[in-house]
């Protein structure tokens, strides 16, 4: 099969005789420290995500590198700070201020995302037309929200919202749903959104205040991708396990989150009824675990959540990573099929 079918059988529990599809996710720290790695990974490993190149007649207005140490202003106009060279900073000064929210207008909307070509994007599939490909765009309205009011500012907000903040929800999520509509009506074959909602033991916010705000953005999302045939794929790092039943009713075709702070033994109840879009532990295992316990992990994931699909060969290769372990973990699912 080619990837694309490899993807499609997994995600809708029909891959009886094919391989299980993988994907390695970096962030520029795993290029500057291991190279060689890196070049070996992609040597010995197909990948089988994949997305079209973009084109904007409108270029998002940012300033400075994301990834390099010092300040970046984002496409919204925060500014994160960033001290590692090799990953993301945090943003420490929130552009909104005011308890009202009635300084919103000092954050810009990024419609220039919007001014993507069509044309370009359909051509560009077209030329990778046997991988599965993901659409250029990615929804975070927790986080969002977050680098623009601050984290301890938006968590007192949501406990009794302003009228402000619910204004400027709609408006963001509006844009959302603008921009992943005109996505969805392209060729890829899924469409994308995260926030990060769990701490290492539960959620972040009171699952009620979750199911109020947040899950009816997320019903909209992924109904937007299924209108249009195409699959959604969420992250959520964290200790999620509250809402994967809801995420499940909503829909949602795979999910990245942190299965082994989870306990993978606890996902067993949604065997068959989600994909889990990797991961492997990547705050003990990656780092410090022997061959013999990445094998016994990629094991435990397979027999506890493999159903004809369901699993994707995932992992992250960030900082403190093992490069030894990264390359070991897709080894072990190669061996699997």
Avoid at 30 to 41: G, I, Q, R, T, V
Avoid at 64 to 72: H, I
Avoid at 144 to 150: D, E, N, P
Avoid at 288 to 306: F, G, S
Wanted: glycine share 6%; aromatic share 12%; net charge negative.
């Amino acid at each position: 099969m080619t990837s694309k079918e490899l993807v499609l059988s997994t995600l809708e529990f029909r891959n009886t005789d094919g391989r299980i599809p993988r994907q390695l996710w970096t962030l520029p720290w795993a290029y500057d420290n291991c190279p060689d790695m890196m070049e070996k990974l992609q040597k010995d490993f197909e990948w089988d995500f994949d997305g079209p190149e973009t084109h904007y007649a409108k270029l998002p207005i940012t300033k400075g590198n994301p990834y390099e140490v010092g300040e970046y202003v984002d496409e919204w106009g925060c500014v994160f700070t960033n001290i590692h060279k090799g990953i993301i900073g945090e943003v420490k000064n929130p552009l909104v201020n005011e308890d009202d929210w009635s300084d919103a207008d000092n954050v810009h909307i990024p419609e220039e995302f919007l001014s993507f070509d069509v044309d370009q994007v359909n051509a560009a599939c077209a030329a990778k037309k046997d991988k599965f490909l993901m659409g250029g765009c990615c929804p975070r309205p927790f986080e969002q929200l977050q680098f623009i009011r601050g984290t301890v500012n938006l968590y007192m907000d949501l406990m009794d919202p302003p009228a402000g903040m619910l204004k400027f929800i709609e408006k963001m999520h509006d844009y959302y749903c603008r921009l992943l509509i005109k996505w969805a009506e392209t060729d890829v074959d899924a469409l994308n959104m995260m926030d990060d909602w769990g701490s290492q033991n539960d959620l972040l916010i009171n699952p009620k205040v979750w199911e109020e705000i947040f899950m009816p953005m997320y019903r909209d999302y992924i109904n937007i991708a299924h209108s249009h045939g195409k699959k959604m794929f969420m992250h959520s790092d964290g200790n999620t396990i509250r809402i994967i039943p809801k995420l499940i009713d909503l829909g949602l075709d795979a999910l990245n989150t942190q299965i082994f702070c989870i306990g993978v033994d606890n996902l067993a109840q949604f065997k068959g009824k989600i994909t889990f879009w990797g991961e492997i532990d990547r705050q003990n295992l990656i780092p410090r675990a022997t061959t013999e316990e990445i094998d016994a992990a990629v094991q435990k994931v397979y027999d506890t959540l493999w159903d004809n699909g369901g699993c994707i060969a995932q992992c992250e290769f960030g900082p403190g990573a093992n490069p030894n372990n990264v390359h070991r973990i897709f080894e072990k699912w190669a061996s699997l099929r």
